[in-house]
């Protein structure tokens, strides 16, 4: 999932940022409005990437972000957890999922900022640069630390509910999927 995901979710983002920041791109529309066919017009036509590859800027970079953050949340969720359940009495195990939850996505997406600030980046310059020229100029403009973890806010608001959703609802599906049986082997 981590390597399928951005196959289709990396255009859509790459859209969605440049509408986000349309006075950079195109400050002169001929109807004063800006929308979705000015962005696929600007990134298909104008962009210096010719065509479709245009689109997934920032793809191999996501894939940088995508695979170490589940690998990260994942098994830190499960250490927590078990953490928890341990410390935490069998009264609140209601809590040990989503609290394991915000806590792993918390520090999952503190690790993984650095790399999401630069294919963001990416993707919404308007020539393609390296990875490298891409980050050695960010830090110039705003220092490491400043740099690289702007915007950890907004996405720990995005990030956190939405996986706490996820690996509550996993959880929960994961416990009704058990099958309980008594010493004869019968269900319960």
Known sequence: MSTAQPSLVVACDLMMQ????????DRETPSGRYG?????????????????RGFYKGYL??????????????????????????VL????????????????SGIA???????????TRLQVQKQRTSVLHTLLTLI???????????GILPRAMMVIPNC????SLYEYV???????HDNDGYNI
């Open 61 to 86: 970079i996501t894939l940088a972000i995508n695979v170490p953050f589940s690998s990260v949340i994942w098994t830190l969720y499960w250490r927590i957890q078990h953490h928890l359940e341990i």
């Open 36 to 52: 979705v066919r000015n962005v696929i017009d600007s990134v298909y036509h104008k962009s210096g990437d010719g065509g479709l």
């Open 109 to 119: 997406s503190l690790i993984t900022q650095p790399i999401d600030v630069l294919k």
């Open 174 to 180: 994961k416990r009704i999927s058990v099958k309980t």
């Open 164 to 167: 706490t959703v996820l690996m």
């Open 18 to 25: 440049r509408l986000m920041i349309k006075p950079y791109y």
């Open 140 to 150: 110039e403009q705003r220092g490491a630390l400043i740099g690289l973890m702007s």
């Open 89 to 104: 009495t069998r009264k609140y195990d209601y809590i040990t999922s989503p609290l394991s939850a915000v806590l792993a």
